[in-house]
């Protein structure tokens, strides 16, 4: 037993030693890494263009991300057009008022609204929810000019530049991330759609044509290519998806007096996404309203779809879309 004791002291004297030094924090355990956070940037831009005879050809489409047409009143459409890291000099246009989608585009995707006026329902809604928009005379003016050679109010416009330095200024941070570019599910084996027909208004059919070669559709309104000026050719997305979403009278007029159109863009509803000359049946997601709409195929996940300008058409609820 006495040979032991001096044993027993060394080891009371080591445990002693590791309890003060692992309280100063010289023992440490392995520590889970801390995620790195996602960096912010800025929110998008949204610039309502104009989709009437008399507001073509139109500017600058063919280089946004995204675009949603809608009704806008009397059958004739309005463009949200969406750019993430707009730049250069090319022009956009023609620029024209807000509607009530708009707002809710804008709450969807964080960011800010380029515009040429609203109803005073829509101004005030942006008044008070104190929702980033700049129109001609922001600032001072410098976001827009005016297009010498058309006729007011089909000559407003902007430029990439231009939307840069409004969103520097202005634009909400976002973290969101929106899906990876790739290519939609080959399973279930898709439908071809190289044709995609149907009647978006009583006044506004659409066609779009897949051209291989280019791995993009055409876009034919009434019957003739919707042009853009800066690229001299024809508007070609290389994405086209069609939404079904109820809409009805948000019960106020627009700035013409027409009734103003409200969208039940909420929840989740019936979508077709058409990419590569194929058919991929799809639900659109819009559950949490602060977050950018996504598009959902058969097994509830994310379609990835090709980068490229991708199209979202707005129909009503029960439109025929034939394909073939």
């Known amino acids: 037993m006495g040979s032991n004791v001096p044993q027993l002291k060394r080891l009371g004297a080591l445990a002693v030693t590791l309890i003060v030094l692992a309280g100063c924090g010289q023992i440490t355990s392995p520590a889970t890494p801390t995620p790195t956070p996602t960096p912010s940037r800025p929110g998008p831009a949204l610039v309502q ?12 489409l063919q280089h946004a991300d995204i675009v949603y047409e809608y009704l806008a009143e009397g059958g004739i459409t309005r463009m949200t057009v969406i750019f993430f890291n707009p730049s250069g000099t090319e022009r956009i246009e023609p620029v024209r008022s807000a ?15 380029f515009f040429s006026g609203a109803s005073s329902k829509v101004l005030g809604q942006i008044r008070d929810q104190q929702i980033p928009a700049l129109s001609e005379g922001s600032d001072g003016g410098v976001y827009f000019a005016r297009d010498p050679q058309r006729r007011a109010p089909h000559n407003l416009y902007t430029d990439g530049d231009r939307l840069r330095q409004g969103l520097d200024k202005h634009a909400p941070r976002v973290t969101y991330q929106l899906p990876p570019s790739g290519s939609p599910p080959a399973s279930p084996s898709p439908a071809p759609a190289s044709r995609i027909d149907f009647r978006q208004t009583s006044f506004h059919r659409v066609t779009d044509i897949y051209s291989p070669a280019e791995n993009a559709y055409t876009y034919v309104a009434d019957g003739s290519p919707l042009m853009d000026t800066d690229t001299g050719h024809a508007i070609k997305p290389v994405n086209v998806i069609v939404i ?5 009278d948000a019960g106020f007029t627009d700035v013409l007096g027409a009734p103003a159109q409200a969208f039940d863009l909420q929840g989740t509803g019936k979508a077709d996404v058409f990419s590569g000359g194929h058919h991929f049946a799809a639900t659109w997601d819009l559950s949490t309203p602060d977050q950018p709409v996504r598009y959902l195929g058969a097994d509830g996940k994310p379609i990835r779809l090709p980068q490229g300008l991708t199209w979202v058409y707005v129909v009503d609820p029960g439109t025929t879309i034939a394909f073939s």
Request: proline share 6%; net charge positive; aromatic share 4%.
């Open 244 to 248: 079904q979403v109820a809409h009805h």
């Open 49 to 60: 263009v104009e989709n009437s005879v008399l507001a073509r050809p139109l500017s600058g």
């Open 99 to 113: 509607r009530p989608i708009t707002l809710l585009l804008q709450k969807s995707y964080q960011g800010v609204i």
